[in-house]
């Protein structure tokens, strides 16, 4: 027999797939055993560590279908290189994907809504504003230094938009990315 070898993250995929497998099929054998005990009033096989249902140590990965608004955010910022406001982003992809103005409504809904996913719940962009202002930029999570202000040539770009310097964002209260990153 020969020797196969596999990489890391081969054989972390390995074990994720047949813990799952084996979570289902005792998942499936308790159910056969309640409805044989239900059935008969006894069973002969006993459950075989019917305590542990869930996996550990596997990050989620996201689930359900994927927005294409959260892709388009960060590909924006980056392109662009510069803090975007709502409405910039918003006639930027009634251009690029061609969205009609009777659809524009929507689309704005959905941009904030991703906006506001990324912002809240990834971590991946916050907004900076300027102090007793009301309207925000929204910049990369990447783009702030440790103390929460703009690196230079953002915050330059901040100043030449605003007017003025952006107020320092509490590195506190920004979420860490609980997804698995999807390669881009």
Not at 72 to 84: D, E, Y
Not at 99 to 115: F, G, H, P, V
Request: a positive charge; aromatic letters at 8%.
């Amino acid at each position: 027999m020969s020797n196969v070898k596999f990489t890391k993250q081969e054989l972390k995929k390995f074990v994720a797939y047949y813990s799952e497998e084996k979570q289902a099929l005792e998942a499936k054998l308790a159910h056969v055993n309640e409805m044989l005990y239900k059935l008969s009033g006894s069973v002969d096989i006993k459950p075989s560590n019917a305590a542990k249902l869930t996996s550990k140590g596997e990050v989620p990965k996201k689930r359900g279908p994927k927005s294409v608004w959260g892709s388009f955010i960060i590909k924006r910022l980056r392109a662009r290189n510069k803090p975007l406001n709502y409405s910039d982003l918003i006639d930027d992809a009634m251009a690029i994907h061609k969205i009609s103005n009777e659809r524009k409504d929507s689309a704005k809904a959905s941009i904030l809504n991703a906006a506001f996913r990324l912002r809240t719940k990834e971590g991946r962009i916050v907004t900076v504003g300027r102090k007793g202002r009301k309207e925000k930029l929204l910049v990369l999570t990447k783009w702030l230094q440790e103390d929460g202000s703009l690196r230079n040539e953002y915050a330059r770009a901040f100043k030449k938009l605003q007017g003025g310097k952006a107020e320092k964002v509490d590195m506190a209260t920004i979420p860490g990315f609980k997804y698995q990153e999807e390669e881009e």
